[in-house]
């Protein structure tokens, strides 16, 4: 398969650390090698860009180079396709929910629910190529990552008495290491506390 894109739409990158394959032991009076080109790491922290600026970021693309050799292809053959990403980043400004006594909410209601950060890439940004997720997922070959905030009910305490009745509950605000682990476990991304997502496989980071 040969892949043919816009200039604006890839980028120089790098090869894997080693090669796939080499016909090392096989006989054959030539040498020839695979190597797989991969997109480099790359960060966008906010300080890099500012906020009304377009940026781009690199995307695996599962492309490979051969070599007539065991060392290393060109660099300037080693090209990656890139994609758009405009830094849009909604703050979570909504008033504090109005509560009566009969309006008493439930443990786990949301109020005021906003979608702060959202981005799509290709599935393979995210699984292995070959891996189960992504051969089932071929047919809707992007991926939609989002960031929501909310005011969410953590505690519910009735005053059945007729003095002033008082109670606190203290949480911690972010995404916890727990909850961290188990979403890069199960899709490959990592979503900080400061609102950024980050691609565990290829330490590609948007910090928005």
């Not at 786990?108 to 981005?119: C, I, M, N, T």
């Not at 505690?155 to 109670?167: A, L, Q």
Request: with cysteine; proline share 5%; net charge neutral.
């Amino acid at each position: 398969m040969i892949w043919c894109l816009r200039a604006d739409l890839n980028r120089a990158d790098a090869y894997s650390g080693s090669d796939l394959w080499d016909d090392r032991g096989s006989g054959r009076p030539t040498d020839i090698s695979i190597w797989s080109v991969i997109p480099d790491t790359v960060g966008i922290t906010g300080s890099e860009k500012c906020l009304t600026q377009t940026t781009s970021i690199p995307i695996f693309a599962d492309t490979f180079r051969a070599n007539m050799s065991y060392s290393l292809p060109n660099l300037s053959l080693a090209y990656v396709p890139q994609l758009t990403l405009r830094k849009a980043y909604a703050s979570f400004e909504a008033a504090v929910p109005n509560i009566t006594p009969t309006t008493i909410p439930n443990v786990g209601d949301k109020y005021s629910l906003l979608e702060q950060a959202s981005v799509s890439l290709p599935f393979t940004a995210y699984f292995n190529p070959e891996g189960t997720r992504s051969i089932q997922g071929i047919r809707n070959p992007f991926v939609q990552v989002s960031r929501l905030a909310a005011y969410v009910v953590e505690g519910v305490w009735e005053n059945k008495s007729s003095s002033t009745y008082t109670r606190e509950q203290r949480i911690k605000y972010g995404v916890s290491k727990t909850q961290t682990q188990e979403m890069t476990h199960s899709v490959g991304i990592e979503v900080s506390a400061s609102g950024g997502f980050k691609l565990a496989e290829w330490s590609i980071t948007l910090n928005y």
